[in-house]
């Protein structure tokens, strides 16, 4: 099966339909019918968020992924450090 891993701006292109949007909500239709392996790097919940902030739980980045219909992604963990990571999933807090 073949993998794809997307980023934080492909998160953008589904939650403002651009011209992007229809090939990605493809892409993400072939994972749910288990024709390809679609991922998102959970690195990418520490990006800056629109407005410039940064999101404090982790929690927000999947309900994030849910709204722009990537929920049941596999999330590819990262090497972590100490001061810009999430320390468990959840309700966890993020240090910076």
């Known amino acids: 099966m073949i993998t794809f891993t997307i980023d934080t701006n ?4 589904l939650e403002q339909n ?4 229809p090939m ?3 892409l993400v239709g072939a994972h ?3 024709e390809a392996d679609v991922a998102i790097p959970a690195v990418a919940a520490l990006e800056r968020q629109a407005g410039g902030g940064y999101l404090e739980h982790f929690d927000l980045f999947l309900a994030r992924l849910e709204n722009a219909g990537l929920h ?3 999330i590819v963990h990262s090497i972590a450090e100490w001061t810009s990571a ?3 999933w959840g ?5 910076r």
């Open 10 to 13: 492909c998160v953008i292109d």
């Open 18 to 21: 651009t011209s992007e949007a």
């Open 24 to 26: 990605l909500r493809a």
């Open 32 to 34: 749910r019918a288990q």
């Open 72 to 74: 049941g992604l596999t």
């Open 86 to 88: 999430f320390t468990a």
């Open 91 to 95: 309700t966890s807090q993020m240090h």
